[in-house]
T-cell receptor
Framework: GESVGLHLPTLSVQEGDNSIINCAYS??????FIWYKQESGKGPQFIID?????DKRQGQRVTVLLNKTVKHLSLQIAATQPGDSAVYFC????????????FGGGTRLMVKP | KAGVTQTPRYLIKTRGQQVTLSCSPI?????VSWYQQTPGQGLQFLFE???????NKGNFPGRFSGRQFSNSRSEMNVSTLELGDSALYLC???????????FGPGTRLTVT
């Protein structure tokens, strides 16, 4: 079936560096994308979202980039901190699918102090 | 504003039993979605309820069912439990359609 994202890779970065987490989606009909952060023992926490009529959206220390041509999504975290260590998921939603989210496999981010 | 709450947080059941999980959405949210999270399959959509009606359903067997009450609280039920049903069951709530979904902490179900 249709799916979003990659198998679970691990990204290891030094504290203070910038992190970039990537995600590929397969459904060109997807028009809404969300990034979630999940820490051990907790539910996914909303980070930032973007709609398909935008290419870029910025939040506090985070930026999401959307490239619809190649169906690629990325999450950039500036000045990565130890508290950013978690698994990050991208998710997609289609306009005619209610609130059904299709999740990617996730990326584990490890921040070295 | 209180977040999404789920009860119980942990549950151990035996094969063949049935289980009911509960979810209370954020106040004012009318949509509740349920997801199953396992190491092998990741996060998979189970179903969504909006104003007491099931609006979407994922690719799960009929043993998985749910309902939503008039106060937007939702329950999901799994009958005839199998070992493979061991997972973290997550509930998410949303104001309406196509917006941010906020997740609860999940219910960890272990089937022995």
């Amino acid at each position: 079936g249709e799916s979003v994202g990659l198998h679970l890779p691990t990204l290891s970065v030094q504290e203070g560096d910038n992190s970039i987490i990537n995600c590929a989606y397969s459904n060109s009909a997807s028009d809404y994308f969300i990034w979630y952060k999940q820490e051990s023992g907790k539910g996914p926490q909303f980070i930032i979202d973007i709609r398909s009529n935008m290419d870029k959206r910025q939040g506090q220390r985070v930026t999401v980039l959307l490239n619809k041509t190649v169906k690629h999504l990325s999450l950039q975290i500036a000045a990565t901190q130890p508290g950013d260590s978690a698994v990050y998921f991208c998710a997609e939603n289609r306009d005619n699918a209610g609130n059904m989210l299709t999740f990617g496999g996730g990326t584990r981010l490890m921040v070295k102090p | 504003k209180a977040g999404v709450t789920q009860t119980p947080r942990y549950l151990i059941k035996t094969r063949g039993q049935q289980v009911t999980l509960s979810c209370s959405p954020i106040s004012g949210h009318r949509s509740v979605s349920w997801y199953q999270q396992t190491p092998g399959q990741g996060l998979q959509f189970l179903f969504e309820y909006f104003s007491e009606t099931q609006r979407n359903k994922g690719n799960f067997p009929g043993r998985f069912s749910g309902r939503q009450f008039s106060n937007s609280r939702s329950e999901m039920n799994v009958s005839t439990l199998e070992l493979g049903d061991s997972a973290l069951y997550l509930c998410a709530s949303s104001l309406g359609t196509g917006g941010v979904q906020y997740f609860g902490p999940g219910t960890r179900l272990t089937v022995t």
